[in-house]
């Protein structure tokens, strides 16, 4: 079980905004390859909400480079994860930069 406590306020996303998750994270933004969109539940100063397709990689702990609306890559960490049926899974992600 997660002990992660969240240090800034949420706000919703703009309508049907979007994220794309690289599995990898690189040094250079430039090599960002995308494999997974998501849904933006909500937004922090620190990281968001996110509602995608099941992946295996997904899980705690998992560094990825995360990319929001039209916002520059940015490297994460799935902070948790919560199976919502169907193969979809609802995430939290912390920014690492």
């Known amino acids: 079980m997660s002990t992660y406590v969240r240090r800034s306020l949420r706000f919703p996303p703009d309508e049907g905004e ?35 397709l ?6 705690e702990g998992v560094q990825c480079m995360v990319r929001v609306g039209d916002l520059a890559p940015l490297a994460a960490e799935v902070r948790w994860v919560k199976g919502l049926g169907d193969g979809v899974l609802k995430i939290g992600v912390v920014f690492l930069e």
């Open 54 to 59: 099941g992946r295996d990689w997904l899980r």
């Open 18 to 52: 979007v994220a794309w998750i690289d599995p990898s994270v690189h040094d250079d933004k430039r090599d960002f390859k995308p494999v997974a969109a998501a849904l933006v539940t909500d937004e922090a100063l620190n990281g968001c909400g996110l509602i995608t």
